[in-house]
């Protein structure tokens, strides 16, 4: 199969335009920094931060979920037959993927695939009933665009998300099913676009509600493709939201607080977001504390924490402001179409963008709290508590940033794609421990990988941070193998997550793909055709990847996982 050198990014292929735009990437990259306070720079370079997507500060946002109902280009379409209505509708969907690819610097999400698409295709008196079929081609046609084009900056594919669950009428029960079912069906090597399965009591929660045969499906095809992942709406967090408001990107952003009133996700977007390096903070506390004392070098990390937070949040802030004042003919599919939540062509990109999140975000909470306490927080209950309060800590300041500056800041459970190796590397070359040994922090405030402790007990522990991580955060589940035909046993843990507070959660599990057979499961040579040509098939930053294309520490971090 392909082979590729070390990636900055897991979807990455190589192509000429990919080679170029990855030197002007560099340059661009190394100007800003140097166009920025440089202690900013310095914080940066020195890894106790890390400014994601570099390269385009000040010229564009981050991610947003379109506002599909106000952009629908209805007028385009008058005259044509149903059949043509369908097909170009699917193909106005490509077109937005990828024009928006290169408009924005993050992913691209629909809020309710399933009811929007009914309402569009009724408004345009379309007829889904005789037309089973063509939908079916034309779903899989889209699953397949998504998966194969790595046309983005000429090497990378595209970040979608389909949010599905709560259709409301037949039609929309249709394109849910349909849309499941095509990816269910899709090859071995089929992977993207990402679905997320809305779970709502009354509606697909229960054995009584309406669309429970949907959550069924979802669940077998998860059990097959670890897709669909899982939305769950009626979280503490997220009880008293509309779930049709709700809408979660790949990966794992969550945009549904609004200062300026536009509640819920559809139609607007992350600005930005930064990575605090917190063990390294963690560290320098133990380092800096004269006494072993747990208390003092709790307050000497949130000290220093807050110390990188202002400066984060400084940073935010001028990209914010950059951003607002980017020229708007860099946003041309947006003001073609309107897919935020304010008229792109009438209205000031601040008066826009002020709805955007602007995210402060973290990774290695275990690491942290083993550094602090000597104790993993999952194996001790006063470690837990503080990593608890920690975060609580972290959450606090950011929403006093928001009443200050009058702005979405939020606090976001970072993946950390790059950073989970690039922090530790540069931590190693100043500290000697244990903990370095692995090569990789882990993801957010998640239990380490390699900690077997049971699914129900790893979702009881992470699920009450979910609450305070409102910029986004997901659980995943570890398994040994695909659970295939067990939807069973994955919607007892999904009712365990709602219960503990998990607002997304995930299903992971080891695929290995025969690249010469096609024989699927989790194995280092194929049993059927005895093959060394396997393709390894992981998730890595909300996004189901190939495995040789992963970045050093994600490399590391997938081949520590053990099955919870
Ligand atoms: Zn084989």
Known sequence: MLKQNKNDNASNRKSYVGKVYNIGEKEIKKSILDSLN????????????????????????????????????????????????IIST?????ELVAKMGN?????????????????????????????????????????????????????????????????????????????IDEFYKSGSLVYKPNIVFKVHKGISRNKEDNNYDLLEKALLCTAKKMIPTYLLCDCEADKNIDPSKL????????????????????????????????????????????????????ETLKEKWKHIAELTKDILLDRFEKTCNSDKDLFPTNLEYNLWCEDFNTTDLKEIFKHGTLSIGFIGLTETVEIITGKKYWKDNDA???????????????????????LNFSLLATSGELISGRFVKIDKKIFDCEILKKDYYTNSFHVDVDSKIPA???????????????????????LAEAPL????????LVEIAIESGVHYLGFNFPKDVCADCGTTGTFDYCPECGSHNITRIRRVSGYLEIQDFFTSGKMKESQNRKTN
């Open 384 to 406: 837990y508590k503080l990593a608890l309060d920690f975060v609580k800590f972290m959450r606090n300041y950011v929403d006093s940033q928001k009443e200050k500056y009058h």
């Open 247 to 298: 809408s979660i990107m790949g990966c794992r952003t969550r945009v549904v607080d609004d200062l300026y009133g536009k509640q819920g996700a559809i139609g607007r977007s992350n600005i930005d977001n930064i990575s605090i390096n917190l063990p390294r903070l963690a560290l320098e506390s133990v380092r800096d504390c004269q006494s072993a004392d747990i208390k003092e070098r709790y």
């Open 90 to 94: 699917f193909d106005f969907i490509k």
């Open 485 to 492: 035909g067990n939807a069973v046993g994955l919607d007892e």
């Open 38 to 85: 440089p202690e900013w720079a310095k914080k940066h370079k020195e890894g106790y931060i890390h400014i994601h997507d570099l390269d385009a500060y000040g010229l564009t946002y981050n991610c947003l979920t379109f506002d599909i109902l106000n952009a629908f280009p209805y007028s385009k379409y008058e005259g044509l037959s149903e059949i043509e209505k």
């Open 103 to 179: 408009e924005q610097s993050g992913g691209m999400s629909f809020a309710n695939f399933d009811n929007d698409f009914a309402t569009i295709f009724t408004n345009m008196n379309v007829n889904y009933k005789d037309k089973k079929d063509i939908f079916a081609a034309s779903i899989r046609s889209l699953i397949i665009f998504c998966n194969n084009m790595h046309t983005r900056m000429g090497q990378t594919s595209y970040y979608v998300t389909f949010n599905i669950g709560l259709a409301n009428n037949d039609f929309a029960r249709f394109l849910a099913f349909t849309l």
């Open 456 to 478: 129900y007990r790893k979702i009881q522990y992470e699920g009450p941070f979910h609450i305070y991580a409102n910029g986004g955060c997901i659980t995943y589940v570890e």
